[in-house]
């Protein structure tokens, strides 16, 4: 299935039914008075997160989605049947906005969260709603209310705890396939990853956190460059960074640390906040280095990027190095969410004993 994360949709709600001008009919009545119902409504227009979806390409090839009109009311004080509703799946992520002025409506962050995209108009009223003492047999309705219709634009953010960036050939995919259930592509070539790939971490039974693989990001990507700058909003909703750097380009007159260094400055160029995020810097293909060389190598690559993070040594092939780091990135996650869960409320059924005087001896 192609990856989609960007799509335009125009929606738009049912009408309400008009109302109804009827008069009672029935022999031995005369006057009957009047009995014409309202209208129905018409149908809402949802949408609801689906955790089986990973794509918005279903968005792509159906544009228009329109729900039913209200019906019309009817004579003998029947109104009309409210138009049917129409639910539209997306992915968990998706953020809902304006497409004219930007404007950001909702955001699907729960599996099975629900939330009203447009509103169907209320029917409108029938000739028995304007009866009164003094006007029994009223000729007046109304006709229903018009419907929602807004055009809005789909963005889809993963949602990961971890996000993995770096250079073309770094070895992020096969990073992502050592740790996790993801088999994305892999080749000998750069860009072999054309789109995001999500793998489960487990750590333990009950413990688990969720990492992104990201197309490779080259020098100018901020600006248009290269495929990674299509991704790089995926990385926005990320707790934590692993910056994978390739200790064994097959180049030898490649400047790793150059490298390493566009990759921080196209982040900083996109956005601030991505830039401020946790990173920690994962030199990769050690394996393909002479272990008498190992620990010089490394030194001076921290030294000469001037990096003050945490750093982690490793091997994604072997996969030498990558317990001890899935360990700490699930400490780290751990850690933040408990920071953003914010302190615990006491439970009012529990008395602080802390707090209370000494009780006297008897």
């Known amino acids: ?64 989605h329109e729900a039913r009109r209200g019906q019309h009311g009817m004579g003998s004080d029947m109104f009309g049947a409210a138009g049917d509703d129409i639910t539209l799946k997306m992915p968990v992520g998706t953020i809902i906005s304006d497409a004219e002025t930007g404007e950001v409506l909702f955001e699907l962050l729960k599996p099975g969260e629900t939330i009203t995209l ?56 096969t990073f992502i396939t050592a740790v996790s259930n993801a088999r994305p592509r892999i080749a000998d070539y750069p860009f072999t990853t054309l789109h995001p790939n999500l793998g489960v971490v487990r750590i333990a039974p009950e413990q688990s956190f969720v990492v992104a693989d990201l197309p490779g990001l080259i020098e100018g990507a901020a600006e248009g460059a290269g495929l990674g700058h299509l991704f790089l909003r995926h990385l926005q909703r990320t707790r934590l960074l692993l910056h994978i750097v390739d200790m064994a380009p097959f180049d030898d007159s490649v400047d790793t640390v150059a490298q390493a260094r566009a990759i921080v400055q196209e982040l900083k160029k996109y956005d601030q906040a991505l830039y401020e995020k946790p990173r920690w810097l994962v030199l990769n293909k050690l394996d393909m280095v002479p272990l008498e060389q190992r620990a010089a190598l490394v030194k001076d690559f921290v030294k000469r990027l001037k990096f003050k993070g945490p750093v982690f040594e490793i091997s994604a092939l072997t996969r030498e190095g990558c317990e001890p780091l899935v360990q700490a990135v699930y400490r780290h996650i751990q850690a933040q969410q408990l920071v953003e869960a914010g302190p615990v409320a006491p439970d009012p059924r529990f008395v602080d004993i802390s707090d209370l005087p000494d009780l006297p001896e008897v």
């Open 118 to 173: 447009a509103k169907g108009g209320d029917g409108g009223f029938g000739n028995m709603r304007f009866k009164s003492a003094i006007n029994r047999a009223p000729r007046q309705k109304t006709p229903g209310w018009p419907g929602e219709k807004k055009n809005l634009k789909l963005e889809l953010k993963v949602l990961a705890d971890a996000g993995l960036l770096g250079m073309p050939n770094a070895g992020k995919s």
């Open 1 to 64: 299935m192609k990856f989609v994360d960007e799509a335009y949709i125009d929606i738009m709600a049912g009408d309400g039914g008009a109302g109804c001008v009827s008069f009672r009919h029935e022999k031995y009545k005369e006057f009957g008075g009047p009995n014409g119902g309202d209208g129905g409504r018409g149908g809402h227009v949802f949408a609801v997160a689906d955790s089986n979806l990973n794509t918005l390409v279903d968005f792509r090839f159906s544009r228009r």
